[in-house]
């Protein structure tokens, strides 16, 4: 179980511009990274439609999840797990959110937005049991 995810600060501030920008609906996308024995390291990010009908969930554009992956593949590396945001301001996964876990390991990383113009606060979990991930820079 790993139990670190690094988020460089350019990821961090372009999940914050997508969270403000789609408020009050969610933002949502794929983490392209690596694995390592240090930790995950998202390297790269692919921004998703959000299909979801409803406004206080998110589903990811299927064409965006296969390119998301091909890009990943070509690159040597990998999906190691997805993105999106709270408008409620809540950094902890929603019931919805648990039962789209994915593959063992799969990062969710989650930016709970405090109001459109609010404070963003970033929390990550891995799947199954979205066991906390610490996060680094
Ligand atoms: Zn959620």
Known sequence: VTARLILPLPLRRQIEAEARAAFPREC???IEGVRRSDGLRAVKLHPARNLAGEADRFEVDPEAQFAALRTARESGRDVIGCYHSHPN???????RDREGAGEDGFVWLIAALAGKDGAVSFAAFAAPDFGALSLAE
């Not at 301001?89 to 019931?95: D, I, L, M, N, R």
């Open 89 to 95: 301001g809540v950094a902890e996964p929603s019931p």
């Open 28 to 30: 949502c996308g794929l």
